[in-house]
């Protein structure tokens, strides 16, 4: 279980593509990891911040027990 006390930030990205990407590696290398989520509720020509594109409007941050961390960095240099 992954807790605040226990994991360490291991990358943050604002695309959907590469977050699942992510997801798929650590889950084929039985990396336990939490996933936060952040984004803008308003995406849409109307509301939103002018000139930022849609796919930046959701960040991606992901967490890996502290124990796991350099082997997670090592499996994600070479695979994503």
């Not at 991606?60 to 695979?79: C, P, R």
Request: hydrophobic share 35%.
């Amino acid at each position: 279980m992954i807790t605040i006390f226990n994991r360490k930030e291991l990358c943050i990205t604002y695309s959907m593509e590469e977050q699942a990407k992510i997801r798929d590696v650590l889950s084929s290398y039985n990396i336990d990891y939490s996933l936060s989520t952040l984004g803008n509720l308003h995406i849409s020509n109307s509301r939103g911040v002018p000139g930022m594109q849609d796919f930046t409007q959701t960040q991606y941050k992901f967490y890996v027990k502290k124990s796991d961390y350099e082997e997670a960095i090592a499996i994600l240099n070479g695979k994503v």
